[in-house]
């Protein structure tokens, strides 16, 4: 029987994970438009400005139509090119898609339901199982060698070892 098989989760996913990656998705889209057009607009002609946050999603598609103007009030005259435009917000998107990739990858070592539990990453090996514990603990381990002071029996030999020594003299 594998580890899988003796961890199921009885409740079966359904249509909640492809309804998070899409609602993701589709926030790294429009964020990425707005950002995108922003830092076009203020490298080509120098007007930072963000178009009102009611407005992101209905100036989505003239932002990739090519107008830099989409949705900005009050809208400013000189605008970056369609070409800047669509070159800043592909990078800006790519940015963020691999952020979002990296968080999914994330939260999928984190929270993965069929990933072994119950393993110790290599520093709590090193802590619990490590040549400094053993070192600092040599004294309970291995009294007879590490101990501060010899125990009972080898004290009461040496004494006998000692009263043979004197007494033959």
Known sequence: MS?????????????????????VLALVVVVGLQAGRSLA?????????????ETWVATAPGLLAGHAAAGLVPVPDPVASPALLWV?????????LAN????????????????????ADPADIDRILGLHRL????????????????PATQQSAQQADEQVTQESR
């Open 3 to 23: 580890q899988r098989e003796r961890r199921q989760n009885p409740y079966p996913w359904t249509w909640e994970p492809a309804a998070l990656v899409t609602a």
């Open 88 to 96: 800043v917000t592909g990078l800006v998107e790519l940015v963020l």
């Open 135 to 150: 070192r600092r603990t040599a004294h309970l381990i291995r009294p007879d060698l590490h101990g501060v002071t010899p």
């Open 100 to 119: 979002a990739i990296y968080g999914v990858r994330w939260g999928w070592n984190r929270g993965n339901p069929w990933r072994p539990r119950g393993f």
């Open 41 to 53: 607009n203020g490298l080509s002609v120098g007007t930072w400005q963000v178009a009102p946050t």
